[in-house]
């Protein structure tokens, strides 16, 4: 089995490289890649030598010996982890995305990812398309639309009051779902250029932050039960404390390797609670499919073709921020 993968580079390129693989183990299946999205994340591997891309959406074109799940033909996609170790406490409690030995992007499988035509993975590791949700909508999800779907459904009642922080490739998948949901959305964001843009997302209230330092004089009609933060940089979570309602929970998603301060002692006092999460369970990402295909939820896309010259003009128009508002990446481009 060979294939067609680009890497990144240490100039920071990406090019093409290849892929190969001498036999297809049991438990294995090969998607034919159709489509890939383009995730903040990647821009962090972009100088490394190793295959880029871990949002995809293909077509299974062959299945080892012990797969029950799949046939060829099968639309699946894959995500940020590859595969857990199913024994540790973890995977046996149905939290596997923590699982201390599972196979991530950018840490392992280093030769294969979803900028490419081929992949070859655990069945157990791939996720069935629902028919109702185009390729170049779900490959965004397999990531983005995990990432921000989880903590809704762990932490997000209906009956709250959401607000989103940033309008970029996860934040207005979050608005999405929060108001397919059923819950009050508002967003905050730096100026006014996305405020219709949120609206026509679901958002009930829209506020600009820019040059504001004390959030109480923002006007926030009622105070925000949950606040998600989707922003690519860290934010001042203490300028937020003023909308926040009492025992209201803060979930940062942004990627960062920065420190986050916190008013510690009004933190205690008021109840609130910060929570840490990632990814989605096996069980989830297949729920998040569901539910974004029953729901008409799907990502706002500029398409580009998956060749050198498209990748590193989607990679270009990303690290300048003027993606609106996930990057797909296909063959039939």
Known sequence: MQGITYHGSKSGKVVQSSLTRQKLEPDEAVVQVTHSGLCGTDLHYLTQNIALGHEAVGIVKAVGTSCKLLKEGDRVGWGYEHKSCGVCDQCLSGSDRYCLKASMYGKSDLDQGSFSNIGVWKERWLFRIPDGLKSEYAAPLMCGGATVFTPLIEYVRPIDRVGIVGIGGLGHLAIQFAAKMGCD????????????????????EFYATKGV???????????????????SALVNIKQYYSILAQEATIIPLTVSGDDVTIPHQETLLRGIKIVGTILATRYMQNKMLEFADRNNVYPWVEKFPMTERGINEAVQKLKDGNMRYRGVLSWEY
């Open 213 to 231: 330092e004390d959030f109480s004089k923002l006007g926030v009609s009622k105070p925000v039960d949950r606040l998600i933060i989707t922003t």
């Open 185 to 204: 959305v508002v967003v905050f964001s730096g100026t006014e250029s996305k405020r219709e843009e949120a609206l026509s997302l679901g958002a009930k």
